[in-house]
């Protein structure tokens, strides 16, 4: 059931007894196409209470301890990023957002096309340690967006990495192909959900367009750098909401495989065969080094009980000469950590 967000609701009324689970649903599109209030439907059809909160008519943020009374909070900026509330509307940092980012309970889901132009223009843009991207999102990058930057083709399809244990669909467009869908480079606590598809020569094939990152002292965040609301038809994009919430519920239980703190790199990627992966981390790490394919299923082992430090190391690889061209996974594996990279080959 739908509720209109008010903060007299909110202050005078409890919201939910223990035994339920809460949704705030921002909408900061500010435009006309009621992309918000159709992804909302899905909320209604699963026959979830949540609370529709209109960021873009009210002219204001909710505040971090009105996020914190819900258990999930939904930020969707829909297909055209302009003036966010996401941004603090003058292109800064929001700080009720910031507040609410940094409480570990937080769970936080931002969809929509666009958000990362209201704020930092065209690709590309490099972040660090001190940027709300790089802090929150897991995004070291905001590298490219579907149709200024590939040939005004735009992206036909954006496939799942079922690595991420989400469990989302692969998911078309309403539209056809899909323009201004943002594509990243990730932080190293940050673990791929979708990558750009499309035909085998299609210039933003396998970059990334949605990601998790979780983190110990912060909360976990799910990132769409596109619009959910384009998806092909309802059912697609209900599923999609589904599988989401039941993630996030999942979370709350679900902390024996935390993110693996090793920064990594791979090259020459794509490949050919051998590669070597650049490996070092602040504290010493005894890893495994998987190859996987695009659904998550197990090749080969590259390598076993790998010693990694504050030395960068470099390890050489072979992949094996039998498999097919293509978009693969590398897994880095401690006893109580995970993580994945992307590996083309390419023979």
């Known amino acids: 059931m739908k509720y209109i ?155 799942y990495m079922p690595t991420s244990g989400i469990g989302v669909n692969d998911l078309t467009w309403s539209v056809g192909n899909l323009w201004y869908a943002d594509g990243f480079l990730l932080t190293p606590s940050a673990t791929p959900v979708y990558m750009m598809d499309g035909e085998n020569n299609y210039p933003l094939k396998s970059e990334i367009t949605g990601c998790s990152n979780i983190t110990p002292a912060k909360g976990h965040v799910l990132t769409y750098g596109f619009d959910l609301a384009l998806a092909k038809n309802f059912d697609m994009m209900k599923d999609n909401v589904r599988a989401v919430l039941n993630w996030f519920d999942g979370l709350a239980t679900n902390n024996k495989v935390k993110s693996l703190s090793v920064n990594s790199s791979i090259f020459p990627n794509p490949t050919k065969g051998q590669c070597t992966i650049q490996l070092s981390s602040r504290a010493d790490v005894q890893i495994n080094i998987d190859l996987l394919d695009i659904n998550g299923q197990f090749i080969s082992s590259l390598d076993n009980d790998v010693n990694v430090n504050s030395t960068k190391s470099n390890i050489m690889v072979d992949v094996p000469s039998n498999i097919a061209n293509g978009v693969y996974i590398i897994r880095l594996s401690s006893k109580d950590s995970l993580k994945y990279m992307k590996l083309i080959i390419v023979n």
């Open 5 to 159: 967000y008010t903060l007299f609701i909110l202050l005078t009324f409890p919201l939910f007894n223990d035994a339920q689970k809460s949704v705030l649903f921002v909408d900061d599109s500010g435009d006309q196409f009621m992309n918000s209030q159709y992804l909302a439907s899905t909320l209604d059809s699963l026959g979830i209470e949540y609370y529709y909160y209109d960021a873009n008519g009210l002219n204001e943020s909710p505040f971090a301890e009105e996020m914190l009374a819900f258990d999930v909070v939904i930020w969707h900026t829909s297909s055209w990023g302009v003036g966010l509330h996401l941004w603090n509307k003058d292109k800064t940092l929001n700080p009720e957002l910031v507040n609410y980012l940094n409480n570990p309970k937080a769970k936080f889901w931002l969809i929509g096309n666009d958000f990362m132009y209201d704020k930092y223009g065209t690709p590309v843009v490099d972040f660090n340690e001190g940027d709300f991207p790089y802090d929150f999102l897991g995004i070291s990058q905001y590298k490219s967006q579907s149709y200024a930057d590939d040939g005004k083709l735009g992206m036909p399809k954006a496939t």
